[in-house]
């Protein structure tokens, strides 16, 4: 879930090179819409953090409640070690900080869907 459309489409392209099959949603409605749709076909979510709508706080809460083994990566460029320890005790299972590096979103990626 990303909301800024050059880069959802971006790290789509990307991840689907990888060989995935890859879902996006521009915001949490959507997010929430399409984890429904495919309940138990989504093996990782990648998701902005600061978001309108639904942001990251709730919708980790809805997957958390909802599908509570399927793993959340947030990328965010407002982090604080405050927040991200927070988080990681709600289940958050990685942080992505922007401006994102290739290398690194495909090192966390690969610990979640081993990137070819």
């Not at 990681?88 to 922007?98: F, T, Y």
């Amino acid at each position: 879930m990303e909301d800024e459309d050059a880069l959802r489409m971006a790290l789509a392209e990307l991840v689907s090179d990888w060989g995935y099959t890859v879902f996006t949603a521009a915001n949490g409605i959507e997010a929430i819409e399409l984890l429904t749709q495919k309940a138990g076909g989504i093996d990782l979510v990648i998701s902005d953090f600061v978001m309108v709508q639904i942001g990251g706080a709730a919708l980790l809460a809805y997957i958390h409640t909802k599908y509570p083994l399927l793993p959340v990566i947030f990328m965010t460029g407002h982090a604080n070690e405050d927040n991200l320890a927070h988080y990681e005790a709600l289940g958050i299972r990685d942080w992505l900080h922007k401006p994102l590096d290739t290398a690194d979103f495909a090192a966390v990626v690969d610990r979640y869907l081993r990137v070819p």
